[in-house]
C-alpha cells in the first residue's frame, strides 16, 4: 500500500483525505456544539490512521474519551454505547445533507468502534434517524437439534409500522392533525403538530436465552453460560420440553426489548404518520438526561424493565411498585379516592374461559425542562403495554377517555396532563379491551 494512504473497506483513502473529510464534520453544525461526540470521533479517527485501531474497544474509548478513569466498567456504565448509538445517527445525518456529495465518507459500523473510510461509489441513501441500528442484524440460538434464527422482533416491526404510516401519510399528500380525530387531537395535543418528532424509548429487560446442549460445554464459553443444575435444570426442561438428557444452560442478556412494547410502537408510529409527524426509536440503556431535555419523549416498559420509569414517576399520585421478595410488581395509589384501592396488581386465573387480570399505568406530563412532552406507558406486563397504546392511539377509546377527562374538569382548557390506570383480560399472553379504572388531572 503506498505510504500516506489507508486501506478500509477495501477502498484506499490517503490520511490527508481522511484528515480533511474528519475536520469537516467536527465543524459542521451537527458536531460543533458538542464535544463529547467531537472527541469521540477524533479519538478513534486517530488510533486507526495510526495503525492501532486494534486496541480500540469499550473500555479503551470509556478510559480515555470519556475519562471514566482505571476503574470505568463497561457493564456498569454504558455511556460508550450510548455515545456511539449518537454518533452514527449524527454521521448518517450529516451525510444526508453537508457531506451529501463529499467524495470520502467516515463511518462507524454498528457493533465496531473502529470507523471505516471509503470513497463514495454510487449516491448515498442515508439511514432514517428513527430507524434502528440494526435492523438487518440476526441473533442465532441453538436449541435443542435445531437451529433458529431470531430477528429482533421490536426492529423489524417498528421499521413495519414506520414504513405502513409513512406509506400512508405520503399517499394522502401533506397531512396534518386533520387526519386524526378531534378526540386524538385534543388529549395528545402538540404530540401531533406537523413537524414534530417524537422518541419511543423501548424497554431493556435483564434476560437469559436458555439453550440445551447434549453435551457439556467448556467452563468457558462465548457467549457467556451458566449451566443450570437441579430443580431449575427439571423445571426448564420441562417447561421448554427439551429432550431428556444432555444439559440447559442459562446465557445473560441486557440488549432486548419486549414484543408487547415493540406491537406498541407499531400503534404510535401510525398515529404520529397520519398526523404527518415523525418518530424515531431508542433503548433505555441510551437514555440520558440530555434526551429528556432535548426531546418529547414516550417511555414503554415497567420499571422493572425501564430504569427510566421511577425517576419520572416519583412525584406522581400514581407510581409503580419497587418489585421485591414480598411485593409483586403493581400500580401504587399514594392518594386513593373514595372507593378506590390503594394498589392494583395482576391477578391470575386458574378458571377455564377466564384470563388474568392485568393493569397499565399511562402518564401524560409535561417535560422535565417544560418545553417538551413526556409520556410513560407503563404496563405490569409487556402486554398490558401493547393495550394501553392501543387505548391510547383507536378512535372509539380516545372519546371515552376525553369524555371521563371533562367530566373531570369541564372548564379545562390548554394541554392535558393526567394519569390513567387501564385494565385488561390476558389470555394466553394475549390482552384484550382494556378499561379504565382510575384517572387523575395533574
Known sequence: MPQGTVNSENSSVSVEEVRAELDAILHSPGFERSEKLQRFLRYVCEL????????????LIGS?????????SPTEDSVVRRQAHTLRQKLHEYYA????????????????????????????????????????????IQLGSKTFAVVLGSIILFAGGWALGRKTALSSGDRSTSAVSRAAQEIWGNWLAT??????????????????????LPM?????????????EKLLKEFFKFPAGGNVYVSPAMAKSNTGE????????????????????????????????????????????????????????????????????????TRPAPGEPSSYHITYSDKEGEGDQEYALVSM???????????????????????????????????QLLAKLREADPAHRGLWHFQAVLKTEVHDKVPMKASLVALRLL
Open 220 to 232: 468457558v464459553s462465548v457467549p457467556i453460560r451458566g449451566r443450570a443444575s437441579g430443580d431449575l
Open 48 to 59: 486507526t490512521l495510526q495503525g492501532e485501531s486494534s486496541k480500540l474497544n469499550e473500555y
Open 262 to 333: 415493540a406491537i406498541a410502537a407499531v400503534h404510535l408510529t401510525r398515529l404520529f404518520s397520519r398526523a404527518g409527524g415523525a418518530v424515531r426509536v431508542t433503548q433505555s440503556r441510551f437514555l440520558g438526561w440530555e434526551d429528556l431535555r432535548r426531546d418529547n419523549l414516550i417511555v414503554l416498559g415497567h420499571s422493572d424493565a425501564n430504569q427510566w420509569a421511577d425517576r419520572l414517576l416519583n412525584k406522581y399520585p400514581l407510581q409503580l411498585a419497587k418489585t421485591s421478595e414480598n411485593t409483586p410488581r403493581s400500580i401504587v395509589n
Open 64 to 72: 480515555e474519551v470519556f475519562q471514566r478513569g482505571a476503574d470505568y
Open 195 to 216: 413537524g414534530n418528532e417524537a422518541v419511543i424509548c423501548l424497554s431493556n429487560p435483564l434476560t437469559a436465552v436458555i439453550q440445551h446442549f447434549p453435551r457439556p
Open 365 to 399: 406530563l409535561p417535560g422535565v425542562q417544560g418545553s417538551q412532552r413526556l409520556l410513560l406507558i407503563s404496563g405490569l406486563n409487556t402486554q398490558a403495554t401493547q393495550i394501553a397504546t392501543e387505548y391510547l392511539t383507536t378512535e372509539s377509546t380516545l372519546e
Open 97 to 140: 445533507s453537508n457531506g451529501r456529495q463529499h467524495t470520502v465518507r467516515i463511518e462507524l459500523p454498528v457493533g465496531r468502534y473502529v470507523p471505516v473510510f471509503r470513497r463514495r461509489q454510487e449516491e448515498f441513501l442515508p439511514i432514517p434517524a428513527n430507524a434502528p441500528d440494526a435492523v438487518s442484524k440476526k441473533r442465532w
